[in-house]
């Protein structure tokens, strides 16, 4: 586990740290999952350059959602229908039948609207690749990431009434993955020792 409260640079340092730490003779494959979002991509490519990157599925399914209401509403049964059918082809790595599909779909007066939702497909083609992916064994989910972000903040700084400063955050964030990575000791030894005037 790696946590901060600081930017995206500073954080793909602390992950690129972490990597060598675990594998100082990298393995023949890493990949890096995460969400479609650019700042994610330029981690990759400054930290990970070596890596598959992947798009997480469930992010990229819920943007099929907004395609589809450009079309109708995805909540009417022929929406819903819609959805899982778009889904399912970008799940078994028909990315183009989707988007040929979605294009042909758009009312004329939505087309350009319809256009910007594809875009987030365009611009992540490569790391949608989720046929290829499923038949390799790759995770194409971050639903560990995700259960870590809970473990790790959610349990312990979104309780009712609580409150943090940014100092008190950052230094619990340390404690907290010391203690579920399992280097409580060898955090505290890497502290330096200051002792306070009586």
Known sequence: YVATTQRAEPFGRMM?????????????????????????WELQRVFFPMALGIVDFYHAAEHVGGVVDRVEDRHTPSGRQRRRRWISLLLRGRLDVF???????????KAEAGEKALDYFEKNRHRMRYGYFRDHGYFIGSGVV????????????????????????????SIRTALLWRRYDEFWRSRPTRRSAA
Do not use: Y
């Open 16 to 40: 690129r740290s972490e990597f060598l730490r675990r594998f100082p003779h990298p393995p023949a494959e890493v990949v890096f999952l995460g969400d479609g979002a650019a700042w994610n």
């Open 99 to 109: 988007l040929n599909e979605a294009r042909k779909a758009f009312p004329p007066e």
């Open 146 to 173: 995700e259960a870590a972000c809970k473990t790790i903040v959610a349990q312990r700084f979104e309780g009712s009434g609580m409150h943090w400063s940014e100092s008190g955050l950052s230094h619990i964030l």
